[in-house]
């Protein structure tokens, strides 16, 4: 059954960013603010607690606001969850698993810590294109890049070119 196979990317996605995770918190000791490791010249491992959700956006510093902001990625899982069982075009289905499985790592993170665990920091010399992040949140815009990419290049109902003579 086509499903399978986006549940399928999910779990693998959830499963690479948690071993990360651990792999940097732990056997690296990158695990205090400010800890890092330089491992190419633009790539470094950052140590960050995210409070919020993407560019910092719905600071959960709160245990209310914590609660709140996983409850809304929690709905959105599960929204994505149920467009995973609906959607029959395998390309989707696997953006859309590429998304769930980072949803869920950030949720993982959030219930057990209170913020999620972000890394991987991109740079430039002092440029960064990113804030530092993870597996999930790689995995996140990856899939919706996907989603959106799909959605634009195979669109059914473009008008058809007219050209007119003169």
Request: aromatic share 10%.
């Amino acid at each position: 059954m086509k499903v399978r196979i986006g549940f399928a990317v999910a779990a693998l996605v959830f499963f690479i960013d948690q071993l990360v995770k651990w792999i940097v918190t732990g056997p690296l000791a990158l695990n205090y603010l400010g800890a890092q490791r330089v491992l190419l010249p633009i790539f470094n491992f950052t140590y960050t607690e995210n409070q919020g959700i993407s560019l910092g956006l719905l600071n959960a510093a709160t245990p209310v606001g914590r609660w709140m902001l996983v409850a809304m990625t929690a709905a959105i899982a599960v929204a994505v969850a149920v467009w995973i069982t609906r959607e029959r075009n395998r390309t989707d289905q696997v953006a859309l698993g590429m998304v769930l499985g980072g949803a869920l790592g950030n949720i993982f993170d959030r219930v057990r810590f209170g913020y999620v665990v972000d890394f991987a920091d991109l740079h430039f010399g002092e440029f960064r294109p990113f804030l530092v992040f993870n597996v999930g949140d790689a995995a996140i815009s990856i899939g919706v890049v996907i989603l959106l990419l799909h959605a634009l290049l195979s669109r059914k109902d473009r008008p058809e070119e007219t050209v007119e003579h003169a």
